[in-house]
């Protein structure tokens, strides 16, 4: 399954958060890691002041891996938000709704 893994920490936490992401990811096998970690250039939503925000796409199998990656970034000071995603094609959207509904 996917989710998206979005992370809030104050900007003077920077450095211990990116530290706690390499440390988790560094452990995954190359195949089950994110292609990139996206930090938000402006703060679409209420957050904390100077905060930033970042969010990667990553999938998993069991909520105690989603726990054991999560929990070094909260440690370093990160509040952690794990989104389950539904996948939809472009081309396909009505189909699934259908499916949904059904």
């Not at 996917?2 to 440390?23: G, Q």
């Amino acid at each position: 399954m996917k989710f998206m893994s979005l992370t809030i920490y104050p900007v003077e936490k920077a450095a211990e958060i990116a530290a706690a992401t390499d440390k988790v990811w560094g452990k995954e096998p190359k195949e089950r890691r994110p292609e990139s970690i996206y930090v938000l250039m402006s703060v679409p939503f209420d957050v904390p002041p100077n905060s930033q925000v970042g969010f990667l796409i990553e999938e998993s199998d069991s909520v105690e891996a989603m726990a054991a990656r999560a929990y070094p970034i909260m440690l370093a000071g990160g509040m952690v938000h794990i989104i389950p995603l539904l996948e939809v094609p472009m081309a396909g959207a009505a189909k699934v709704e259908k499916k949904l509904k059904a």
